[in-house]
Structures are given as C-alpha cells and as structure tokens.
C-alpha cells in the first residue's frame, strides 16, 4: 500500500510540476505593435479599410509608418482617395489600387474678383490589400505620388481642405 502511494504521490508531483512549467500557462505573446489600428473607414464600395501602424526602417515597410514618414501623406489624404477614387484596379490576390488626381490650385484676388488656376496636378495612389488577418483586413500596404515617392506638402492641405 505505501508503494501505491509513493507512486500516486510522485505522478501527481509529476503532473503538477509538467502544468506549471508548460507553455500553455506561460503569459500569452503580447499583440504585435504594428497591426495596431491606426484609423478605418469604408471605401467607395463600401468595404471596410484599415489604417494599421505598419513599420518604417528607412528602406522598407507598410501602413501608417511608411505612409507618413516616407510618402509624406496623412490620414486625410488615403482616406480621401479610397472614398473617392478616379479609378479602382484590381493588382492580384486580394489588393487593389486607388487612384485619384489631386490638384495644387493658387489663387490670386478676392471676392468676385477672385482667380483660381490649377498649377499642378499629381495622380495620389493607395495600395490596400483586403486580405484577412483575423482582426479585419490587412489594410494600407502603401500610398504614393506619381512621379515622386514623397508627395509635395501641398497634397496633404488639398486633402484637409475637403
């Protein structure tokens, strides 16, 4: 009989021991930062667009981070065009491209002698894949300016204006 509880005693400290030191009663991983979600709205067909804060090291990344800080656009400005677009192309898989004209207008004058002329115009276009991360879709992979990578300031006003 003490055999049998010797046994007993040493499977359950056995038992105990595997539970407390398992990976499954470890702290769960904490959310990766770069899928946070900055802003979401819903495009031009009414699918819903996420804005996630993305990363930017200098030569590569996505989202928000890229956005901002490489392609010198805001929020209003891929919100805009997504909403909006001249045109909406489908690339592959599950990613499209926005694409909408912005116009840098200057006016001279005022009241009902007021002049506007457009003196540029660049074509904004918004990469989005809609791909399921489990939290929603994958969302703004990238936004651009023809011609440039980084979008003149102007842009960032024309959009805020509207």
């Not at 770069?34 to 067909?45: G, L």
């Not at 004058?109 to 991360?133: L, P």
Request: charged share 20%; hydrophobic share 35%.
């Amino acid at each position: 009989m003490s055999k049998k509880r010797c046994s007993i005693a040493a499977c359950a400290s056995l038992i105990i021991s595997l539970a407390i030191s398992s990976p499954a009663a470890a702290d769960p991983k904490p959310p990766d930062p770069r899928y946070e979600v900055i802003a979401s709205w819903k495009d031009n067909t009414g699918a819903v667009v996420y804005l996630r804060r993305g990363s930017w090291n200098g030569k590569n990344g996505w989202g928000f981070e890229k956005v901002t800080r490489y392609h010198n656009l805001n929020i209003a400005a891929v919100r805009l065009t997504t909403q909006f677009p001249e045109s909406r192309n489908h690339i592959s898989g599950h990613k499209y491209h926005f694409t909408t004209p912005v116009h840098h207008v200057r006016c001279t004058g005022w009241w009902i002698f007021r002049d506007c002329q457009i003196v540029e115009t660049v074509d904004v276009t918004i990469g989005v894949d809609f791909r399921d991360v489990g939290n929603g879709s994958f969302g703004v992979v990238t936004a651009f300016c023809t011609g440039d990578p980084r979008c003149p300031d102007w842009v960032k006003g024309a959009a805020n204006s509207r």
